[in-house]
Nanobody, 124 residues
Framework: QVQLVESGGGLVQAGGSLRLSCASS????????MGWFREAPGKEREFVAS????????AYANSVKGRFTISRDNAKNTVYLQMNSLKPEDTAVYYC?????????????????WGQGTQVTVSS
């Protein structure tokens, strides 16, 4: 069982930045693709970004491309989401997820383990 713990959420004004972190208990962290999703009130959980096991190849939702950056530190068993130029529509609970899929996943169904989420609120 892989445990994922997110941190770094909070309240920020539009145009500001936040960096989310996700610490993993996985013994072989580098064996998992990692991803970030978000869920706003009344909306379905949506893909934000994902990063491959070791090559660090990434994928982003169009809505965050150019503003958000996903990265990982396999030595620290941690994945990050740097969020810049935040908008009120970025307000959501952000979830970290781990995947054993063969190819880099971008859908929730291809992720095996999930964190509890961290709230990000962007005020206008």
């Amino acid at each position: 069982q892989v445990q994922l713990v997110e941190s770094g959420g909070g309240l920020v004004q539009a145009g500001g930045s936040l960096r989310l972190s996700c610490a993993s208990s996985a013994r072989a962290f580098s064996g998992y693709h990692m991803g970030w999703f978000r869920e706003a009130p009344g909306k379905e959980r949506e893909f934000v970004a994902s990063i491959r096991r070791t090559t660090a190849s990434t994928a982003y939702a169009n809505s965050v491309k150019g503003r958000f950056t996903i990265s990982r530190d396999n030595a620290k068993n941690t994945v990050y989401l740097q969020m810049n130029s935040l908008k009120p529509e970025d307000t959501a609970v952000y979830y970290c997820a781990a995947s054993t899929a063969i190819v880099l996943p971008t859908t929730a169904s291809n992720f095996n383990y999930w964190g509890q989420g961290t709230q990000v609120t962007v005020s206008s």
